[in-house]
T-cell receptor, first 116, second 112 residues
Framework: NAGVMQNPRHLVRRRGQEARLRCSPM?????VYWYRQLPEEGLKFMVY????????ESGMPKERFSAEFPKEGPSILRIQQVVRGDSAAYFC??????????????FGSGTRLTVV | SQQGEEDPQALSIQEGENATMNCSYK?????LQWYRQNSGRGLVHLIL?????REKHSGRLRVTLDTSKKSSSLLITASRAADTASYFC????????????FGAGTILRVKS
């Protein structure tokens, strides 16, 4: 079991470009969560998805950010027209069906986005 | 504001000493979890303590939970240089949906 796989590990984008971050959850996990971490800070919740459904996107900026978790394939966090303030580490986590009520999250190694 | 807040923000100790980190939160919870993050890596789940539990052990880790004070502590005994990392508490809180809310973390440095 390869755990939660995120790619790419590092991503450099120029201002105005699009960034696509991918996350494959752990086998058997149906819940996916995206978090953003700025340097020296904790993790800020962005979005919670199940297959083909966005359950909670309360932490995601209304503009330029979108997320999906299709029936087949990885979850995608998409940032359009990136700005310098989007530079951060983006972590994906997954959990079994019951979510954090009974289980901890399994985290990926993150994607470090740098906007130049 | 964040549900969980850790203190101290940073802690530096000698190898072999014990390290204690505290976490406070604001609302009622289902459970509280602790995670470790090594520099540049993802978070690793350490321990989960439910709201009806007061203490839990896992190896050199001891977690306590006081729901009346809305606080938790993580004790690492006989620390090692490899324990150097950031430690975060996270709460599965009522009213926050089926997700974890993380605190800002404590940076622990264990000197050998």
């Amino acid at each position: 079991n390869a755990g939660v796989m995120q790619n790419p590990r590092h991503l450099v984008r120029r201002r105005g470009q699009e960034a696509r971050l991918r996350c494959s959850p752990m086998k058997g996990h149906s819940h996916v969560y995206w978090y953003r971490q700025l340097p020296e800070e904790g993790l800020k919740f962005m979005v919670y998805l199940q297959k083909e459904n966005i359950i909670d996107e309360s932490g995601m900026p209304k503009e330029r950010f979108s997320a999906e978790f299709p029936k087949e394939g990885p979850s995608i966090l998409r940032i359009q027209q990136v700005v310098r303030g989007d530079s951060a580490a983006y972590f994906c986590a997954s959990s079994p069906r019951e979510g954090p009520r009974n289980y901890g999250y399994t985290f990926g190694s993150g994607t470090r986005l740098t906007v130049v | 504001s964040q549900q969980g807040e850790e203190d101290p923000q940073a802690l530096s100790i000698q190898e072999g000493e014990n390290a204690t980190m505290n976490c406070s939160y604001k609302t009622s919870i289902n459970n509280l979890q602790w995670y470790r993050q090594n520099s540049g890596r993802g978070l690793v789940h350490l321990i989960l303590i439910r709201s009806n539990e007061r203490e839990k052990h896992s190896g050199r880790l001891r977690v306590t939970l006081d729901t009346s004070k809305k606080s938790s502590s993580l004790l690492i005994t006989a620390s090692r240089a490899a324990d150097t990392a950031s430690y975060f508490c996270a709460t599965d809180a009522y009213g926050y949906g089926n997700k974890l809310v993380f605190g800002a973390g404590t940076i622990l440095r264990v000197k050998s």
